[in-house]
């Protein structure tokens, strides 16, 4: 398959070209010196749902589960998030796992 790199900036016209071309991922890692921006309650959520309903999948990008699953402890609460076809987040989190083994 064919990779290109998208990055807008925005989830919203990521979310929106995945949504167009049935393909693709968004997601919005996290590290020490750059913490999560996007809100579980009002950003994450909401878009998760979409692509769920949608016939993608979602992740939290940690540990695999589903963005949904995460339990909400605050309002402003911030997350990373992953989004997309359910092949290319399955193939996220396995990566992701088998980084945080080495």
């Not at 290109?4 to 590290?31: E, H, W, Y």
């Amino acid at each position: 398959n064919k990779y290109t790199l998208r990055c807008s900036g925005g989830m919203v016209p990521d979310a929106c070209q995945q949504f167009t071309k049935q393909q693709g991922i968004f997601t919005n890692p996290t590290s020490k010196v750059s913490p999560a921006k996007l809100c579980l309650v009002f950003e994450a959520a909401p878009f998760g749902r979409l692509v769920e309903m949608a016939g993608g999948k979602t992740s939290d990008g940690v540990t695999g589960i589903s963005i949904l699953a995460v339990k909400v402890e605050a309002v402003d609460q911030r997350c990373t998030l992953t989004i997309g076809s359910a092949n290319e987040v399955d193939r996220l989190n396995k990566m992701v796992r088998e980084h945080r083994l080495c």
